[in-house]
């Protein structure tokens, strides 16, 4: 089957790597304690949304820019909290592509993001964004274009955040992903073309 183009990526796709969710949690644990920054856009959540950089824009030191992804910014560099955490690093290396922002990205119980578009993450655009859950449950709901998005811990998913996106955390816990955006190219394009055909 012909790979398919950027355009024709469905707006959810589960890539074919598994992580181990036991090394991610320890490594959350370490990371952590350096402390969360309050996501910046105030007016797209309620509650307690907040990251922690591994890869920010090269020489930028303000916490807040350090965690935004800003789409016209491509020269990102390690962060040391990533220095702290080996096991991520190699999540990392399992993806042979130019990576931009990474970051820790923790949604408080009860915590909103609410109805919102991200137009800049668009595979024809050139970027995609991969989340990696590392603590979730079902009563986090993750909806995308109306639909949910059912994400275990370890899983690896790509998601066309172009589209209307929400998520509700109505757990007793913080839901925590590992959010990644990469450069669209060749590789990552063929294991998304493979991953959405075969599933």
């Given amino acids: 089957?012909?790979?398919?183009?950027?355009?024709?990526?469905?707006?959810?796709?589960?890539?074919?790597?598994?992580?181990?969710?036991?090394?991610?949690?320890h490594e959350l644990s370490v990371i952590e304690a350096r402390g969360w920054t309050g996501h910046f856009v105030v007016d797209n959540y309620d509650g307690q949304w907040g990251a922690i950089a591994l890869r920010a824009p090269v020489m930028e030191t303000h916490p807040i820019r350090m965690i935004f992804s800003n789409p016209g910014t491509k020269a990102y560099a390690d962060q040391p909290a990533l220095a702290d955490a080996p096991y991520l690093r190699q999540v990392l290396r399992t993806l042979s592509c130019h990576l931009l922002s990474v970051r820790l990205m923790?949604?408080?119980?009860?915590?909103?993001?609410?109805?919102h578009r991200d137009p800049d993450l668009d595979p024809e655009d050139g970027t995609v964004?991969?989340?990696?859950?590392?603590?979730t449950c079902p009563k986090v709901e993750f909806l995308l274009a109306g639909r949910a998005v059912v994400m275990a811990p370890g899983e690896c998913w790509y998601l066309r955040l172009s589209e209307v996106h929400s998520v509700y955390n109505r757990g007793s816990e913080s839901r925590v992903h590992l959010v990644i955006d990469a450069e669209l190219n060749d590789w990552l394009l063929e294991i998304l073309s493979c991953a959405a055909t075969s599933a």
Avoid: N, T
């Fill in 129 to 135: 964004r991969l989340h990696i859950p590392i603590l």
């Fill in 1 to 25: 089957m012909p790979a398919l183009s950027a355009k024709d990526l469905p707006d959810r796709i589960r890539l074919p790597f598994r992580f181990e969710p036991a090394a991610l949690r």
């Fill in 106 to 115: 923790r949604l408080g119980p009860g915590s909103v993001i609410k109805p």
